[in-house]
Nanobody, 131 residues
Framework: QVRLVESGGGSVEPGDSLTLSCVVS????????IGWFRQAPGKKREGVSC????????YYEDPVKGRFTISQDKSKNTLYLQMDNLEPEDTATYYC????????????????????????WGPGTQVTVSS
């Protein structure tokens, strides 16, 4: 069974850091296109970051460039998201999702209805940034 579980969220102050983890089971990181996404209250789900299976390059959406770092440990089947210099605008539920379509970075540039409904999503982890 394909499954993803996120962890590492919490409540922090602006400028703080958090590291999110996404543990996958039922498949390996090489078998799916996996990315990090987030959804703030009242807003649409948006892509955050992903690692291309083709060239191993990391991609980031503009709001997080220079502050977030994605990485993976294939031996642990785990995807990470290091988030530094957090801002109140980063407050959201963070998800990882896996697909057999929509390769990185197309999966994070536009979160299509197809991706929303056909991807395998984790339950999410809440990140709250406030002073």
């Amino acid at each position: 069974q394909v499954r993803l579980v996120e962890s590492g969220g919490g409540s922090v102050e602006p400028g703080d850091s958090l590291t999110l983890s996404c543990v996958v089971s039922g498949f390996s990181l090489d078998d799916r296109n996996i990315g990090w996404f987030r959804q703030a209250p009242g807003k649409k789900r948006e892509g955050v970051s992903c690692i291309s299976r083709t060239d191993g390059k990391a991609y980031y959406e503009d709001p997080v460039k220079g502050r977030f770092t994605i990485s993976q440990d294939k031996s642990k089947n785990t995807l990470y998201l290091q988030m530094d210099n957090l801002e109140p605008e980063d407050t959201a539920t963070y998800y990882c999702a896996a697909t057999t379509f929509a390769p990185c970075p197309s999966n994070i540039v536009v979160v299509t209805q197809t991706l929303l409904h056909a991807a395998t999503w984790g339950p999410g982890t809440q990140v709250t940034v406030s002073s």
